[in-house]
């Protein structure tokens, strides 16, 4: 079946801007998760989503950044007033319950001027 | 908060040497992952390490877990330039899953 897929695949913005960014899992699975991923970096996690609750947001760095999963499968990360320190990669990944392998998906690179 | 640290951050070989790369801890872990990701790619999951000294091969590669549970290693036999990419250990959280991960050892394999 089909994998992680993430939109878009590149957002460019600018300073101040908001920026919406969307994970649609592996069919099934009730985790999500996101990260963020500078260069030379490895993934930072933000948020963790078991079924339409976030069960974990101890990741998210302020309060310009919130997630959403509504209907327990495809998600939103939101990022308010975007600033030029928030230019990574996101990634989304999921995975069958909490303690399984991690399915990741291609990304999200976020480039704010 | 729980973070591992990974060495070496490089490592250069020539095609047909080892490679090895060390995940370690100052507590002990409840699980540890193994994830590889090329140039330009998203983390693939390779190995899920939970017992006390267990070591896992998957062809070529060995995995093993410290008596202690405190470190980790990847080790690569007679590398191969497929073998490129960024290595990457993880620590799960006990509680939600969610990983935390090594710096990582990047991975150039001389033809």
């Known amino acids: 079946g089909a994998g992680v897929s993430q939109t878009p695949s590149n957002k460019v913005t600018e300073k101040g801007k908001y920026v919406e960014l969307r994970c649609d899992p592996i069919s099934g699975h009730t985790a999500l998760y996101w990260y963020r991923q500078s260069l030379g970096q490895g993934p930072e996690f933000l948020i963790y989503f078991q079924g339409t609750g976030a069960a974990d947001d101890s990741g998210l760095p302020n309060d310009r950044f919130f997630a959403v999963r509504p209907e327990g499968s495809v998600s939103t990360l939101k990022i308010q007033r975007t600033e030029r320190g928030d230019s990574a990669v996101y990634l989304c990944?999921?995975?069958?319950?909490?303690?399984?392998?991690?399915?990741f998906g291609p990304g999200t690179r976020l480039t704010v001027l | 908060g729980q973070q591992v640290m990974q060495i070496p951050q490089y490592q250069h070989v020539q095609e047909g040497e080892d490679f090895t790369t060390y995940c370690n801890s100052s507590t002990t872990l409840s699980n540890i992952q193994w994830y590889k990701q090329r140039p330009g790619g998203h983390p693939v999951f390779l190995i899920q390490l939970v017992k006390s000294g267990e070591v896992k091969k998957q062809k070529r590669l060995t995995f093993q877990f410290g008596e202690a549970k405190k470190n980790s290693s990847l080790h690569i036999t007679a590398t191969q330039t497929t073998d490129v990419g960024t290595y990457f250990c993880?620590?799960?959280?006990?509680?939600?899953?969610?990983?935390?991960f090594g710096q990582g050892t990047t991975l150039q394999v001389k033809p």
């Open positions: 990944a999921s995975s069958q319950s909490s303690y399984n392998e991690q399915f």
């Open positions: 993880a620590v799960g959280s006990s509680n939600t899953g969610k990983l935390i």
